[in-house]
C-alpha cells in the first residue's frame, strides 16, 4: 500500500492549480522592479497573486505583502511593539519572540478546551501605553480550537474600549470561512491584521503574507527588512514570483474548495476517525473536543504511550501523522499548549495530532484507525 | 526577432537545473521539520541544497543560513548591531537599514572608479565600542566595480587591529571566484559573514542565505526571525523547500560554468560591447572602467539623454536593459552609485547598465549595440 498523508496542518501537498501557476512563472524572466517587458511580466504575476490571496481571506488587494511565511509575518508585527501579549497556546513563532514578557502568560486564563480569556490579572493600566499588539491565533495548529472572535466585548469586560490585536490565521486560513478579523476601529489602529502562509493551504513553503489592517503602516511597526521599497515600502526584498505565483493558484483553488463544501466533507472523515478510536481505545482523550475545533484536525492523548512512540510507529505502517507542532526541527519534548490547557505531563506526552485535507479518503481514514488501533492493542498488551 | 535579455544583473534567467530541481521537489510533501518519511525526504532536499551552496561560496555547509534573500540576510546581520557603517555606493538594502547613522558616509572616501577606502575622519575609538558592523559588498551591482579585499591592512593604516565586516557577495557570486572573504579573526569574529542570492545565479527569487562566519550565533547579532528554531535554531520559519532546491542546483551549474571560463567568454561580449559603442559615441563615460568590475557587466553614461529613456527606447526596440539597481520599484531618479562615486547629476540620471549572462550571444550584443546606436543618432539629432 502507498503511504497515507495524514499531516496536513504540517503542510499540505501542493495543488496542482498551484503547481501549474509556478511554472508558467519560471518561464517569466523579469524582476518585477524593473520596467521593461520582462519587469512587467514578473510583476503582473505578482498582483494576480495578491488578488487571488486577497479574494481568499476577504480583503483589499492593497492589504496583502507578501513575505517569507506567517512566522516572518509575525515577526513584522512583533517588531517595534513597545510590547506584546500572548496565552501559553500560541505557536512558536509568537511564543520565541523575544519582545514577548515572561509574566505575558498571566493575563490569559486557558480553559482544558484551549479556550483563551482574559484573566482578572489583565487590567486597564495594560492598555493604554502606547504600542501593546495582543495575538490571537483564530485556530491551534496541534488541537484545531478555534478562538472566540468577540474579543473586544472581552476587553470591555475589563473596563477597556479596544486593544491591538494580531491574528495568526495560518491555520485557519482555506478551512474554514470566518477568519476572526476584527473590524478596525479608531482606538485599534492595527487590529484587523492577520499572519496567513501559501504551504498550509496546499501552496509552496516559504511564502506568506501579512494582512495589514487600513491603520498598518511601517510603523507603528517599523520595518523588519528594509531596503529597494518592494511591496508599496512595507516589506523589501526581491519577490519570491514563483512561490507568490503558487501561492496565489493555491489560494483560488482552496476559496472554491471551501465554497464547495469540501471541508464539511472532511469535517465527516475526522468525526469517522474519531469515534473508531474511542470505540475500542476508551482511555484515549480527545482533545479540544468540547470546544469549536478546526474540521480536519484530531489530537488525541493515550496516556501511557508515548506521541513520539506512536508517530515513529505509525510511520513506519505508512502514516504520516505528528506530535505537536512540526515547526520544532524534530525535537521531543511534551505539547506545551496541552500543557497550558491544564493536562498533566503524561497526558501532553501521549498526544498525537492526525489533520486531514482534501485529498483525504474514508478508506486512508479507516485503514490509519485500524493500523493505530492494532499498535494500541500490542501496547496494551506490552504494559500489562 | 524574439526579445535580448541584457539585465543579468536584475535578476538571471531561471537555469533548467534550477527548474528540473524545482520540479523534483514539487512532488515532496513533507515539512522538513517532520520526522516521519515525508519530512525527512524534505530535509534532505534543503540539506542537499545547503552543499551545493556551500560548494560554489567555499564555506562549510553549516555555516549555510537560507533567507528569502540577500536583502533578508543583510537586515540580520544590521539587526541589533549597536550601528553599522557603510559606504554610499553600497545596495539599498544596507542604506535604507534604520541603524545606518547619518554620517557613516563619512567614514569611507569613494574614488570616481567606485573605491572604497577609510577616510581621515574614521579614527579607533569607533571600532572599540563593542558589536558595530561595516558593510562592504564585493561588487557594486550598477558598476560592476569590484572592492578591494584587502581591508584589513587599511584598518591597521588607520591604527585599529580589526573590525567586523559583512560583505555583500550577491552580485560577485557565481561570477567571479573569490568572494572577497575575510579570515576569521578573534578580534573580526564576525569578520566572515555574507549575503548570497539564489536569482542572480540562475536560481528563483525569494530565496537567499546568510553564509555565517565562525563566530556568528544568533547574538552577537540576535535573530531576526524567531519561532520554530529551524536553520539550527539561526533563522525560523518553515524552509521554502522548492525555492531552496532550486538554488542548489542553480549553485552546481554556476560553479561548473566559473570552472568551464563561462566567465571570461562572458567579460570578450562586454568589451566587444563597449568598443562598438565607444567608437561611435565618443562622449559617452564607461563607469568604473580604471577599476577591477565584474566580467559581465557595462554601465554607462551619455550625458544629455536620460538613462531612463534609453531603458525605455531600447525596451520598445525589444531590448531588457536597465538604469540604476532594479530593486527600487520602478522609481526614476539618478543614480545614488554614481553621485557617491563624485558624478555629477547630469552624467549620473543619463547611465544605463548592461548586464550580460552564460546566454548571451555575441549576435545580441552586437544587435543591441547597433540598436543603441541608432537611437543615439536620433537622439544627436533631435539635440543638435
Known sequence: MSRVYLDYNATAPLRVEAREAMLAAMDVVGNPSSVHAEGRAAKAIVEKARGQVAALVGCDPQEVIFTSGATEAVAM???????????????DCVIANETLPEDSAKVFDVSKDGIVSFTGYAHPSWFCGGNELFFFQRANSETGVLQDVSMPQTARDIGIDGFNVFRDVAQALGKIADLGRIPPREEASIGSSLAVSAHKIGGPKGVGALIAGPGYTPGPFNMLIEGGGQEMGRRSGTENVIGIAGFGAAAEAAARDLEAGVWEKI????????????????????VGKGAERLPNTSCFATPGWKGETQVMQMDLAGFAISAGSACSSGKVKSSRVLRAMGYDEDVAASAIRVSLGPETTEQQVMAFAEAWLKARDKQRARAA
Open 267 to 286: 469535517e465527516k472523515l475526522r468525526n469517522i476517525l474519531e469515534s473508531a478510536i474511542e470505540a475500542r481505545s476508551n482511555d484515549t482523550i480527545f
Open 77 to 91: 508585527a512583533a517588531y517595534d511593539s513597545d510590547e506584546i501579549f500572548a496565552a501559553p497556546v500560541e505557536h
